[in-house]
């Protein structure tokens, strides 16, 4: 099992997206780099688009069928409750009970944030627990669909674009004959 | 020229069924953002409550012989600009898509998918009542180099200012008014 997982994680290094995930990191400083790949910042900021592409191709490998058993090894949800000893995450259905110690030292402590618990069973009585600082995708800031409508009714262009825009516009490209059925 | 083996119509309400069952996604990130739409949010896109003053549309392609889901495409009014005041009409396509099983295949009347799906869109675009502004766009991945080409083929060449670093916006030519 773990040969394959380093084997579906070296595949997803070489990606195109965690290329370009390396090359944007590779013009921050070094101490930006090392609070966001430590999970000091919740938000992914402006690699929130590159990092969900990431996050996409990786449930895509989670999912399948020979990486089942990975289910039950890690929990990935938001902070629902807290306190003094510990917090609450719910996500996908499952609650985990999280030490507040844990929580708090990957900076995740607040009732919304994002985390991620790794049980690691060493016996049936035994397992080895760990919190890893879940990154906000789904904010707003920072973040871009192409599917969205724009805000203010109206698809922001620069000033030189739009002096062209106010040109005559070709007439369309239709090769083929088509009716269509309303 | 023989027949056409296709078919194109508008979607409605009763096709949420078959818009879930659309696939047309395979490895590549943009691929399944694009799936995701069609599958989960298309149709509340152009029949929701306000959308309608976007004049957001639809398009489903099939294969006659099969009665297949081919391609899916949509687009609707928007407008280009530097702010609410100063600012063009222009038709954005929201999205085109092929099913897996048609990706780069033709019809049986030798008609290409991709092109009867592409033109599908402009002709609605062109046809619309009120009349839509020639000026049509489209928001293309800047790895999606098949929906680049395809863009390229029916005219979108020109690329406007990037909004976002990994999205390309390509409008249709224009000429400088005299």
Not at chain 1, 7 to 19: I, M, N, P
Not at chain 1, 64 to 87: C, N, T
Not at chain 2, 139 to 161: D, M, P
């Amino acid at each position: 099992m773990a040969a394959e997982i380093a084997t579906a994680a070296a595949r997803l290094e070489k990606s195109r997206t965690f290329v370009h995930l390396l090359t944007r990191l590779a013009e921050l400083p070094p101490a930006v780099v090392t609070a966001i790949a430590g999970g000091e910042l919740a938000a992914a900021g402006p690699f929130v688009d590159v990092i969900r592409q990431l996050a996409m191709g990786t449930a895509v490998v989670r999912q399948q069928r020979r990486f089942a058993k990975l289910a039950s090894w890690y929990h990935v949800g938001r902070i629902s409750s807290v306190a003094e000893a510990y917090v609450i995450v719910d996500g996908g259905g499952k609650q985990s009970f999280v030490p507040r110690s844990l929580a708090h030292s990957v900076w995740r402590e607040r009732i919304g944030e994002c985390l991620a618990v790794m049980n690691g069973p060493v016996d049936e009585r035994e397992m080895i627990v760990r919190a890893a600082p879940g990154i906000e995708l789904e904010t707003e800031t920072g973040s871009y669909s192409p599917f969205a409508r724009p805000e203010g009714g109206f698809q922001s262009v620069s000033a030189a674009d739009l002096a062209y825009l106010r040109g005559i516009p070709r007439q369309l490209q239709i090769t083929i004959p088509i009716t269509i059925e309303r | 020229m023989t027949s056409p083996t296709w078919q194109v119509r508008v979607a409605t309400e009763k096709d949420r069924a078959l818009l879930t069952r659309f696939r047309c996604a395979n490895k590549e990130p943009w691929e399944r953002e694009v799936e995701f739409q069609i599958q989960k949010r298309l149709l509340d896109w152009a029949l929701a409550e306000g959308a309608a003053a976007d004049d957001p549309t639809v398009l489903l392609v099939f294969d006659v012989p099969s009665r297949a889901l081919v391609g899916v495409a949509a687009h609707e009014r928007q407008f280009l600009g530097t702010n609410a005041l100063d600012r063009v009409p222009a038709t954005k396509i929201h999205l085109a898509a092929i099913s897996n099983k048609w990706q780069g295949k033709k019809f049986s009347n030798g008609d290409q998918v991709s092109h009867v799906l592409m033109n599908a869109v402009l002709t609605d675009i062109a046809t619309r009542v009120p009349p839509r502004d020639p000026r049509v766009f489209a928001i293309v991945h800047e790895h999606n180099t098949r929906s680049r080409a395809l863009c390229k083929r029916f005219g979108l060449v020109k690329e406007l200012q990037r909004v976002n670093p990994s999205y390309l916006i390509l409008v249709t030519e224009h000429h400088p008014v005299k």
